[in-house]
């Protein structure tokens, strides 16, 4: 069974960092493009950024450009959002998601980031 | 940006009804656009990529169609299980992009 479960949210002050990280399992995990998707109550998915299979083609939304960066370690199945300068704009539930709109589509539940003082 | 609307931003309609959802795109994503469903504290499900395939454990009352601009996602007869917000996602073009959402609610 294909499995993304993230970690890594939480209440942090703004100008503040966090790392979220999101475990695969059930799949190659090296085979894919994976990507982070947030949203907030009430409003639709956004795309933040999405990685290729071997980490060699990276892309950002430009709201988070220069501020968040995405990796991935093949070897531990894992991918991570490091996310530095938070603003009160960022708080939202952050998905991790493998092939976004593809047939081979799949995401976790999610974990939730809030950026208040 | 390739910007998705969807309409109509909400559906009422009673159960066993045809429910027509559209999502017009501002330039062509050729036939590479999703439709999701979702629910209330849930994440979004895939019902269609590519415009027209069902995705894996999809009902059959579940339809896509469309390609360049203009598509529709398509219930053939309500369930009560089908009353939920509904979005529409491109990945023709970076970044990738979501409509809006359209919400089907019970009449």
């Known amino acids: 069974e294909v499995q993304l479960v993230e970690s890594g949210g939480g209440l942090v002050q703004p100008g503040g960092s966090l790392r979220l990280s999101c475990a695969a399992s059930?799949?190659?995990?090296?085979?894919?493009?994976v990507h982070w998707v947030r949203q907030t109550p009430g409003k639709g998915p956004v795309w933040v950024s999405g990685m290729n299979p071997d980490g060699s083609s990276i892309r950002y939304a430009d709201s988070v450009k220069g501020r968040f960066t995405i990796s991935r370690d093949n070897a531990k199945n894992t991918l991570f959002l490091q996310m530095n300068s938070l603003r009160a704009e960022d708080t939202a539930v952050y998905y991790c998601?493998?092939?976004?709109?593809?047939?081979?589509?799949?995401w976790g539940q999610g974990t939730l980031v809030t950026v208040s003082s | 940006e390739i910007v998705l609307t969807q309409s109509p931003a909400t559906l009422s309609l009673s159960p066993g009804e045809r429910a027509t959802l559209s999502c017009r795109a501002s330039?062509?994503?050729?036939?590479?656009l999703a439709w999701y469903q979702q629910k209330p504290g849930q994440a979004p499900r895939l019902l269609i990529y590519?415009?027209?395939n069902r995705a894996t454990g999809i009902a059959a009352r579940f339809s896509g169609s469309g390609s360049g601009t203009d598509f529709t996602l398509t219930i053939s007869s309500l369930e009560p299980e089908d009353f939920a917000v509904y979005y529409c996602q491109q990945r023709n073009n970076w970044p990738l992009t979501f409509g809006g959402g359209t919400r089907v609610e019970i009449k």
């Open positions: 590519d415009a027209s």
């Open positions: 059930g799949f190659t995990f090296s085979n894919y493009w």
């Open positions: 330039q062509s994503v050729s036939s590479y």
């Open positions: 998601a493998r092939a976004v709109g593809s047939g081979s589509h799949s």
